[in-house]
């Protein structure tokens, strides 16, 4: 199975923006759509964004507008910019298959946390 490794999380302000790259093991071209999670402490893995082969995105009602998820098959990697950060959206965030049949196991993810 594919496995996915994220990169580019840290600490910034509010306000401030982040690009978070997703680098997969082998080829995404077979995964439909590619997602993004993440999981504050204490609480559930949360739904975040997702972009099919085609282009296709859709995202979670808390970062809609403020967060753009792309994809390079070429470079098998998936990217969450994500701007006008705030403090909520402190978390772990992960990516993976969206769909549970063609997901691997879940990374390490990377640390993002918004403060002053």
């Known amino acids: 199975q594919v496995q996915f490794v994220e990169s580019g999380g840290g600490l910034v302000q509010p306000g401030g923006s982040l690009r978070l790259s997703c680098a997969a093991s082998?080829?995404?071209?077979?995964?439909?759509?590619m997602g993004w999670y993440r999981q504050a402490p204490g609480k559930q893995r949360e739904y975040v964004a997702v972009?099919?082969?085609?282009?296709?995105?859709n995202y979670a009602d808390s970062v809609k507008g403020r967060f753009t998820v792309s994809r390079d098959n070429a470079k098998n990697t998936v990217y969450l910019q994500m701007n006008n950060l705030k403090p909520e959206d402190t978390a772990v965030y992960y990516c993976?298959?969206?769909?549970?049949?063609?997901?691997?196991?879940w990374g390490q993810g990377t640390q993002v946390t918004v403060s002053s």
């Open positions: 993976n298959a969206a769909a549970a049949t063609q997901r691997g196991s």
């Open positions: 972009i099919t082969g085609g282009g296709s995105t």
């Open positions: 082998g080829s995404i071209l077979s995964i439909y759509a």
